[in-house]
Nanobody, 126 residues
Framework: QVQLVESGGGLVQAGGSLRLSCAAS????????MGWFRQAPGKERGFVAT????????YYADSLKGRFTISKDNAKNTVYLQMNSLRPEDTAVYYC???????????????????WGQGTQVTVSS
């Protein structure tokens, strides 16, 4: 069974940085896509970034390009989300997600991901 465990959330001032980690276990992830989503209070869970474990290709929400960076460490089976120049509107619970890459996969569509972590809270103060 796939398990995803996020860590690294916390409270940070506007303009600061955080790095989230997602430790994955229970499977060989070479054919998987790993993603980050976030959900603010009263809002839908939205796409942040994704990375193809096999070739390292990355995709980002347009509004977050340049501030957020997704990366992976194959040896540690861990995916990271580096978040810079944080803003109060980045406050949300951040979720790690994973799914086997398949035909028709939509990297930005949360319902195409099979596995989810429990989430980690990120709070950005003004």
């Amino acid at each position: 069974q796939v398990q995803l465990v996020e860590s690294g959330g916390g409270l940070v001032q506007a303009g600061g940085s955080l790095r989230l980690s997602c430790a994955a276990s229970g499977r060989t992830f070479s054919s998987y896509v790993m993603g980050w989503f976030r959900q603010a209070p009263g809002k839908e869970r939205g796409f942040v970034a994704t990375i193809n474990w096999k070739d390292g290709n990355t995709y980002y929400a347009d509004s977050l390009k340049g501030r957020f960076t997704i990366s992976k460490d194959n040896a540690k089976n861990t995916v990271y989300l580096q978040m810079n120049s944080l803003r109060p509107e980045d406050t949300a619970v951040y979720y790690c997600a994973a799914t086997p890459l398949r035909v028709g996969f939509r990297y930005h569509y949360r319902y195409d991901y099979d596995y989810w972590g429990q989430g980690t809270q990120v709070t950005v103060s003004s």
